[in-house]
């Protein structure tokens, strides 16, 4: 955790790299917006590298933004408040049990500790399993702990984009990126944890592909 | 029939359908009262008695409320009893309206107008019940003006009428198509009987525990007179009777199973018109569709292993609306040769069944048999402290081993430059045809244990893919699933 965010390249078009602060210079410029992104689209040429589709890596892909890692380990914290206080409360209601499993308060302890380390530690590993890259004519998302998922969304499969944030991610300032398809499976792929500026620009980026005919 | 800014009424016939249709209701209700007439079943005959001043004073204030009228550039609804709704739908809107006639309609001579829009599955509007003749001319109104509005506008094929093209469509009739298929009656029995269906029996034996006379009063007055030897027999034997029992269960469903059949595919006729498929179909109730060719997402073609033994094949087409949430398997054909689908098939423009299939990796057969005998170990070592001689479920570890091995065998995949093709199943039989521009995503799977072993799963979706029955390559080697993910991807990039 904690590799800077900014000057690291997040979009990679058409050969060219663009940091953030390039970036930030498009979202500030808000008026000439729509004449780039035509003229960026015009520039792109469909280069398939095949190496792309069968990595089997994370390397060359973007990391999500560090903050998500944060708003994992809120919600999950929370989860396991709630566990905590359940078994708070049973040991409670247990306390004049004449055969308990162990001392009063040994178990919310034990649950409060296993809790606490997933808590910090699955966010960690989330973020550091997701991966994705917006190419010339497609999305790559490569995912998971230990169900590892490979996913190749061709940008003129998309129906449409959604970009939401909950109060958490708002707090943050990170957001979800949520890809609908009209395939079965697919038809709402979610690449959580963008910073938002950068969800809205990827919005923005794949939003110009959506057509008519995605079927 | 002018479109005007008269209000029309239902058929007045609707009240009598609906008065039919309420009454099996009235004598569930009452059927204590009917089973036994000294019964004082109080609760149900005030039941029975609320239902009626109810029901029958809303069937006829439906009617008489029910308004609606065709005007020259909308269809209007009022309808309602106690909520009062009124629907417009403008006609350059209706993407489609269906004429049903079950067969109470079909003895009245009446029909259920629904008419749909590109925005909801549903019906947006639905006029139950008017004349056959009114429901014509209502589509046919409807039909006419949607040509003025058009002739001004651009020609847009998808805003048309015809997407689903209509039941009991004397124009249908009219044109010529190349006739697809027809099924014989013959063949329609025949798919029956392949179709083994315990379900209504469980149905039916449960409504006849409702039923008077008692069944087993039945059975022992057909079993009267020279027969009563067989009677006492069976009595006595308890092994004979269960023996009995299940075969007459078995013969039933088996029956069932080929009246249902008769009743769906009667007299099936697929052709092709133009770029859409027509299908009619039934007996009790008619129906008539479409199948724009282009809304076809990929080819199903399902068996189990008895239809194979005996070479019969029933092909699926699925389809994609309008609406994306509004999927569907349509029935291309419910019972044929492979002769005959691979003939459809290649009409439809769909790859062949692919001669050769890619076998997956043998380890399949190991994680297959692993992972279910865990599932049952843990499962009969709970059921252990409650039946302690549980631990004779570990038998059925030899039966996972062979189910494994055919669900190995019956597992393949094949790619040509157009299609690609997925075959899966051991009892229901699928094989998926699925044309590389329909593809939708493209991924790859592995999970912890499939990495260690090095294998991954394939997947390519499309859209209105079932989520039960996948078409999913599962445990290839990590590299082939790679090497396919990227040619396939650069298949549907050059299409």
Known sequence: MGRPLRGRPILILSGEYRTISMLEDDVSDQESEGQHDASLTAARVPDLNRSDFQRASFEGLQDLAPAIVKVWRIKSGLFSAVLVIIAVVLDILNLFDSDKLAPFGVIPLVVLAIALFFALWIPRLRYKYWGYDLRAQELLLVRGILNRVHTIIPLRRIQHLDVSQDIFEREFEVGKLIIHTAGTRSSDVILPGLSIDVAEKLRDEMKEFITDEAL | ?495
Do not use: C
């Open chain 2, 1 to 495: 029939m002018k479109p005007s800014d008269s209000a029309r009424r239902l058929h007045p016939l609707t009240i009598v359908q609906r008065l039919i249709v309420s009454t099996p209701a009235l004598i569930f209700i009452l059927l204590p009262i009917i089973r036994n007439p000294d019964s004082a079943a109080l609760f149900n005959l005030l039941f029975g008695a609320a239902y009626v001043m109810v029901v029958l004073p809303w069937i006829i204030l439906y009617y008489v409320r029910f308004r609606y009228w065709v005007t020259p550039t909308e269809l209007i609804i009022h309808s309602g009893v106690v909520t009062r709704r009124r629907r417009n739908i403008p006609v350059e809107r209706i993407q489609n309206i269906e004429i049903e006639q079950a067969p109470l309609q079909r003895i009245l001579g009446t029909a259920k107008v629904a008419v749909y829009t590109a925005g909801s599955a549903s019906a947006e509007g639905v006029l139950e019940y008017v004349s056959l003749k009114e429901a014509r001319e209502i589509r046919e109104v409807v039909r006419e003006m949607q040509q003025e509005l058009k002739s001004g506008t651009v020609k847009d094929e998808t805003n048309s009428l015809s997407e689903q093209e209509v039941l009991l469509d004397p124009e249908v009739k009219a044109h010529a198509g190349v006739e697809l298929l027809r099924l014989s009656t013959k063949r329609v029995l025949l798919a029956g009987a392949f179709k083994f269906s315990l379900l209504y029996i469980a149905a039916f034996f449960s409504l006849l525990q409702y039923i008077e006379p008692d069944p087993t009063v039945f059975f022992a007055w057909l079993l009267r007179g020279p027969l009563q030897p067989w009677r006492t027999t069976i009595e006595a034997s308890p092994w004979l009777a269960g023996f009995l029992g299940v075969f007459l269960a078995a013969f039933l469903g088996w029956l069932s199973g080929i009246l249902i059949s008769l009743n769906r595919y009667h007299r099936f006729r697929i052709e092709l018109i133009g770029d859409k498929l027509h299908r009619a179909h039934g007996l009790m109730t008619l129906s008539e569709g479409t199948i724009p060719l282009r809304r076809i997402q990929s080819f199903i073609i399902r068996s189990n292993p008895l239809m194979q033994y005996f070479g019969w094949y029933r092909l699926e087409l699925q389809t994609m609306g309008i609406n994306l949430k509004e999927s569907g398997f349509q029935v291309a054909i419910p019972f044929g040769r492979m002769t005959e689908i691979q003939h459809v098939l290649s009409v439809l423009g769909s790859g062949d069944m692919p001669p050769v299939w890619n076998p997956v990796s043998v380890l399949t057969i190991r994680r297959f048999t692993v992972r279910l005998s865990v599932v049952l170990i843990l499962f009969l070592s709970i059921l252990r402290i409650w039946i302690p001689p549980a631990y004779w479920g570990l038998l059925l570890i030899p039966i996972i081993f062979l189910f494994a091995l055919a669900r190995y065998r019956n597992m393949g995949y094949a790619h040509d430059s157009s299609t690609f093709s997925v075959r899966t199943g051991v009892f229901r039989k699928y094989v998926w045809l699925i044309p590389v521009e329909k593809m939708q995503t493209f991924s790859r799977r592995a999970s912890l244990f499939q990495r260690r072993l090095g294998l991954s799963t394939l997947y390519l979706d499309t859209a209105g893919a079932s989520p039960v029955s996948l078409a999913e390559v599962v445990d290839i080697p990590s590299s082939e699933a790679q090497e396919l993910l990227a040619s396939s991807y650069e298949r549907f990039v050059s299409s």
